[in-house]
């Protein structure tokens, strides 16, 4: 009989000599999963590792001491938010390396997300834009209690790709 461990993860800011692996970590979670493929413009986008840190916070997760997960956090009126209004942390581009999928490293990423918010001054919320057709993330959200948002749901512009956004109200 096997008995599960706990699941150790460490959540901290990435730095330069990460950028490699949160790329390979962002392309073959987004491609693997059947998101985009590999020519797909956003690709492009989710690969600038550099740009998102230098114009965002970019996050990863160590599981056994390799870098398992990559989150990028923006807040309103930075270049990277999407939707995030005052007083909202939001997320984005989270990738869990497809060998650590379904071990719980995304749901620790996103509750050390949640605690990493409650330390902020000035946040209340946290906010997370998500395509319609990515229902793991969508099950992972509401799950830690995340809520749709249906009115702030919106479309990438030229494509007729629905977002949705879910959001989550932090507590006292």
Same mark, same amino acid.
């Given at each position: ?46 690969? #600038?590792? %550099? ?6 916070? @970019?996050?990863? &997760?160590?599981?056994? *001491?390799? !870098?398992?997960? $990559? +989150? ?13 209004? #005052?007083? %909202? ?6 990738? @869990?390396?497809? &060998?650590?999928?379904? *071990?719980? !490293?995304?749901? $620790? +990423? ?26 793991? &993330? ?35």
């Amino acid at each position: 009989m096997s008995v599960a461990l706990p699941l150790t993860v460490t959540f901290r800011r990435a730095v330069p000599a990460d950028f490699p692996e949160v790329r390979r970590i962002t392309r073959d979670a987004y491609i693997g999963a059947g998101h985009f493929p590999a020519d797909h413009p956003y690709m492009s986008v989710l690969e #600038d590792v %550099e740009h998102r840190a230098e114009h965002a916070q @970019v996050w990863v &997760a160590e599981a056994d *001491g390799k !870098v398992a997960a $990559a +989150v990028t956090l923006t807040f309103a009126g930075e270049p990277y938010s999407e939707i995030a209004r #005052d007083g %909202e942390l939001e997320f984005r581009m989270l990738a @869990v390396d497809p &060998a650590h999928q379904g *071990g719980g !490293v995304g749901r $620790a +990423v996103v509750r050390q997300i949640v605690e990493h918010a409650r330390q902020l001054p000035g946040i209340s919320a946290i906010s997370i834009t998500s395509a319609t057709f990515m229902e793991r &993330a969508h099950a992972l959200y509401r799950s830690l209690d995340f809520r749709r948002a249906p009115e702030r749901d919106w479309y990438v512009p030229g494509e007729d790709v629905l977002l949705w956004v879910f959001r989550l109200q932090l507590g006292g």
